[in-house]
């Protein structure tokens, strides 16, 4: 039972992590090309609240599956990654909601629990069919 439960874990863990990409401009032209909202996720390692982020509210199965149908999701680490110059933060975890052409819908500064953050997220999504 212990390992299946690892496994399942470790296969939704993977699942999620391989469809973060660590360019913004990769992120936006695939944003662009499949229509769809473009989310990136400053981090730092060491921030707890990132680790909370990561390991409890993106792995979510619904979460996972309202990320996957309608954003394209960016992870960049404020020490290693070119960060643009637009995207402005002072903590970590922020989470910029952009629009298919880099425009700024939202932001989140902080880490949501899976149910605040799914509500968030359907937020927006609706926001963005409102306003097109």
């Not at 680490?77 to 910029?96: C, G, Q, R, V």
Request: charged share 25%.
């Amino acid at each position: 039972m212990f390992k299946s439960l690892l496994f399942s874990t470790l296969l939704i863990t993977n699942l999620f992590s391989s469809n973060f990409l660590n360019s913004y401009d990769d992120g936006l032209k695939l944003a662009n090309k499949e229509n769809k909202i473009l989310l990136v996720i400053l981090s730092v390692d060491g921030c707890g609240a990132c680790e909370y982020l990561k390991d409890r509210t993106l792995v979510d199965p619904t979460t996972l599956k309202l990320l996957n149908k309608d954003f394209v999701v960016v992870e960049l680490n404020t020490e290693n990654d070119k960060i643009p110059k637009h995207l402005s933060f002072y903590a970590t975890p922020t989470l910029f909601f952009l629009d298919k052409d880099g425009e700024l819908i939202d932001t989140i500064i902080g880490a949501l629990n899976v149910a605040d953050f799914n509500r968030f997220i359907k937020n927006v999504k609706e926001d963005v069919l409102d306003f097109n």
